[in-house]
């Protein structure tokens, strides 16, 4: 009986993959956010790819007592390519806690800057609340300034999809999704990691918003 | 779920299926106040494209609860497109976003699926997609796991940077991210640009209720037989 609850499961999985073949070409899923919007980051799509600006994922979650945010950016990529560290980028991350949702009280703006030799890179995290002045520091350390954590880096590309079943069953209207191939596995890519005392973005029962955006110096590529 | 939710929802239940998504995101600002709650239906006067067929309504999809939030809805999830936490409750997707959530499986089973009937994990349970990531997320800071292979990684000696001063004025925008899957699944392609280019002010102005409707109707005029086919109850209703 469990057995067949199982399998009657799968089925249900497997038919609406058929029906999802039928619509979604076209729609531009590509991931999470990754290679969107194409016409700016797809070199498919974009003889001019901003790959630094491309953010390909934003989490943000709480515990007891830290409000955590990643932002993850110029990805997936090969385990052989470095980090995308460009001082022409803005990063920020955007939360509202003021109640209304959509207005921004708490802007956290992140740099990258070039160091004195080729190979090293530093940081600047700036506006975090209950931090005097920037955090700065080289990329693939743990920095901390008064209570507030950041590193930023080199990371394995957290998100999990079978974008390549995706695209074959698209293309061949066969289905292929497959539930143990994961496009994003064993790729990299570059990210941001702030890990902030939850009493500085707590402000009594009011929603929390997060999102992220990017922005380049001088326009577009 | 508050009574001026409710109150607001059961006024959108008497509105045209294409009205009543227009008037979703008043329903759901973030705070309790009635002040702001419209309880009658007063159409929009923007001019909003027809979806291509109204054979189905997805008003339902958009209204559902989502489980264990509280009385979040999917068109509180959607509606701005940001990452939204309630301190009070639980983290994990829709609720804020965790590393390890299986945020596809779970999106398509809110999008599609009559929470009423089913889970917001039914398609992840099966799974549908690969359900966690191929290598393990460090249980503390910095959470991401290390990288893979033998890539190289810059100098950690540095100690003095150059950053740019500029405003944030002098900087184009390029992308933006808040919920994941939306801006790809659930805007097409000739909105793309606008979307990224645009703030979840205009989300909450309703400029892009219209698409999202469009392309959610579609969505589920290829899928509603074959999740009924499949045993499953799908949220959007024959108009």
């Known amino acids: 009986m469990r057995r067949n609850a199982k399998l009657m499961a799968g089925a249900a999985g497997l038919v609406l993959a058929i029906g999802a073949t039928q619509i979604l070409p076209g729609l531009g899923l590509t991931a999470a956010d990754h290679l969107d919007p194409p016409g700016r980051t797809d070199p498919s799509v974009d003889s001019t790819p901003d790959r630094a600006a491309d953010i ?23 385990t052989d390519e470095p980090a995308t560290y460009d001082p022409d980028v803005l990063y920020q991350i955007n939360i509202s806690n003021a109640g209304s949702r959509v207005d921004t009280e708490i802007p956290i703006r992140v740099r990258f800057g070039r160091g004195a030799m080729t190979d090293e890179f530093g940081v600047q995290v700036s506006n975090v609340p209950g931090v005097t002045g920037n955090i700065v520091g080289s990329v693939e350390k743990d920095l901390t300034k008064d209570g507030v954590m950041v590193r930023a880096g080199l990371f394995d590309d957290p998100f999990f999809f079978d974008l390549q079943g995706f695209m074959e069953t698209k293309d061949t209207g066969d289905l292929s999704f497959m539930a143990d191939r994961d496009f994003f596995a064993g790729q990299n890519l570059t990210a941001i990691v702030i890990s902030i005392p939850l009493d500085r973005i707590a402000n009594g029962d009011n929603l929390v918003d997060v999102w992220a955006e990017t922005a380049r110096f001088g326009g577009q590529l | 779920m508050t009574f001026a939710n409710t109150r607001c929802l059961r006024a959108i239940a008497l509105a045209p299926a294409f009205v009543a998504l227009t008037m979703l995101p008043g329903c759901f600002d973030g705070d309790d106040d009635d002040d702001d709650m419209v309880v009658m ?39 701005p497109d940001t990452l939204t936490i309630n301190l009070g409750a639980d983290a994990g997707f829709p609720n804020g976003r965790l590393l390890s959530d299986p945020v596809i499986d779970v999106t398509l089973a809110v999008i599609f699926l009559d929470l009423m009937e089913h889970s917001p994990l039914t398609f992840a349970n099966i799974p549908l997609n690969p359900p966690e990531n191929d290598v393990a997320f460090r249980s503390g800071f910095p959470f991401l796991a290390a990288p893979q292979g033998s890539p190289p990684l810059a100098s950690t000696s540095g100690t003095t940077f150059t950053f740019r001063t500029d405003a944030p004025a002098a900087y184009e925008r390029v992308d933006r991210m808040g919920m994941p899957a939306v801006a790809t699944v659930l805007i097409g392609s000739d909105q793309k640009i606008p979307y990224n280019d645009a703030s979840p002010q205009d989300d909450a102005n309703e400029t892009f209720v219209p698409e999202l409707a469009q392309q959610l109707t579609g969505l589920t005029e290829a899928l509603a037989d074959d999740l009924t086919n499949a045993g499953l109850t799908p949220c959007a209703m024959p108009s």
């Open chain 2, 41 to 79: 239906p007063t159409p929009t006067p923007t001019p909003t494209p027809t979806p291509t067929s109204a054979s189905f309504d997805v008003g339902p999809c958009l209204q559902q609860e989502i489980p264990g939030t509280g009385g979040f809805t999917v068109a509180d999830a959607v509606i």
């Open chain 1, 56 to 78: 390909a994922d934003i989490f943000a979650w709480h515990t007891d007592d830290k409000f955590n945010m990643v932002l993850t950016f110029s990805g997936p990529q090969a």
